[in-house]
């Protein structure tokens, strides 16, 4: 049983703010700013492309939620909704979640968000048809 699924069992402390019968939405207890919430399904699936339509649809209505609720009650300029998926990715638990972290102009946070250039305008177009080919698997 992975660590989310012990805090949906209350095996675990967790700090909820949100609660359905689907879903639940916590604390993350590694704030990237104070603040920041996961939203997860009761039930692990992992990844996101082997998550059902409506399960995710469920999940990011609460998304929604938790970003509207952090710009109200916490006072927040904007939010960030995230979603890793596999190490590669930076994904730690095995369990689908979505972050949402309220920011705050000034608060300091820089994604390592450094835009690389493709060589030449073909590059893009092939990987680009790749991609296109992958819609159809
Ligand atoms: P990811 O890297 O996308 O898998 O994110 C996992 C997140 O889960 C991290 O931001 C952790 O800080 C958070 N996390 C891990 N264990 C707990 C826990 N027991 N309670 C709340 N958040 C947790």
Known sequence: M????KIVNREIP???VYEDEHTL??????????GHTLVIPKVCYDPVTE?????????IRICKRIAAAQIRGLGADG???IQNNGA??????????????????????????AAKKYDNPAEMEKLAEKIRQGLNG
């Open 2 to 5: 992975n660590i989310f699924e």
């Open 14 to 16: 967790a700090v909820i």
């Open 25 to 34: 939405a916590f604390m993350d207890i590694g704030p990237i700013i104070k």
């Open 51 to 59: 998550t059902p339509d409506e399960v995710l649809a469920g999940l």
């Open 79 to 81: 939010v960030n909704i």
């Open 88 to 113: 590669a990715a930076g994904q730690e638990v095995p369990h689908l979640h979505f972050h949402v972290i309220p920011r705050f102009e000034g608060d300091g946070h820089r994604w390592n968000w």
